[in-house]
């Protein structure tokens, strides 16, 4: 990303907003290409299953999100029944959330594979929902980082940065009818 500094971080812009209030509209996925959406969570359930490898239970959340376009089936998998039940109640229907990951189709029904997800509700996730006011911003990232990590460490540095010098003087800005920096 080329970020190697709080100012590189200060000016490393989104590319796009999307709202956190209303689902995505979404057109029709390409199979095996990443996707972003915005979706209303419309079912949560814990299937347990026995891990083939280990022999051992664990747990399955699948969870259905209805967009302004397909729904989409995403599975998360947990070792342990408390996390998966954590994991299910994080993702209630009737909750609003971004989820990330490829785009598959399994049968008729749209999945969204490996997935990764943020709810705009949640308590504890550093500050995230606090800091959206209706408006995530979405950054180029990389397959192993998601848009809202950067944003909550572009939120813990302005907390830090004091104030910013305008890289302008005045009287230039003022010469050619220029905006400061804050404005």
Same mark, same amino acid.
């Given at each position: 990303?080329?970020?190697?500094?709080?100012?590189? *971080?200060?000016?490393?812009?989104?590319? =796009?907003?999307?709202? +956190?209030? !209303? $689902?995505?509209?979404?057109? !029709?996925?390409? %199979?095996? %290409?990443?996707?972003?959406?915005?979706?209303?969570? +419309?079912?949560? !359930?814990?299937?347990?299953?026995?891990?083939?490898?280990? /022999? =051992?239970?664990?747990? =399955?959340?699948?969870?259905r999100i209805t967009t302004n376009?397909?729904d989409f089936s995403l599975s998360?998998?947990?070792?342990?029944?408390?996390?998966?039940?954590? %994991?299910?109640? =994080?993702?209630?229907?009737?909750?609003?959330?971004?989820?990330?990951?490829?785009?598959?189709?399994?049968?008729t029904t749209w999945q969204i594979?490996?997935? /990764?997800?943020?709810?705009?509700?949640?308590?504890?996730?550093?500050?995230?929902?606090?800091?959206?006011?209706?408006?995530?911003?979405?950054?180029?990232? +990389?397959?192993? *980082?998601?848009?809202?990590? $950067?944003?909550?460490? $572009?939120?813990?540095?302005?907390?830090?940065?004091?104030?910013?010098?305008?890289? *302008?003087? %005045?009287? $230039?800005?003022? !010469? /050619?009818?220029? *905006?400061?920096?804050?404005?």
């Amino acid at each position: 990303l080329g970020i190697e500094t709080v100012e590189d *971080l200060l000016f490393y812009f989104p590319r =796009r907003y999307v709202k +956190t209030t !209303e $689902v995505s509209d979404v057109a !029709e996925p390409v %199979e095996g %290409e990443a996707i972003s959406v915005v979706g209303e969570v +419309t079912a949560s !359930e814990i299937k347990p299953f026995r891990d083939r490898r280990t /022999h =051992r239970m664990s747990y =399955r959340v699948e969870v259905r999100i209805t967009t302004n376009g397909p729904d989409f089936s995403l599975s998360f998998f947990s070792p342990y029944d408390s996390q998966a039940e954590k %994991e299910a109640r =994080r993702m209630a229907p009737g909750k609003l959330g971004m989820f990330v990951g490829k785009a598959k189709r399994f049968g008729t029904t749209w999945q969204i594979a490996q997935p /990764h997800s943020v709810m705009f509700d949640e308590e504890g996730d550093g500050g995230l929902a606090a800091s959206v006011k209706g408006l995530l911003p979405i950054y180029r990232v +990389t397959s192993k *980082l998601y848009s809202w990590d $950067v944003q909550k460490v $572009v939120q813990s540095a302005l907390e830090l940065v004091q104030e910013v010098p305008d890289p *302008l003087p %005045e009287a $230039v800005r003022r !010469e /050619h009818g220029l *905006l400061d920096r804050a404005t």
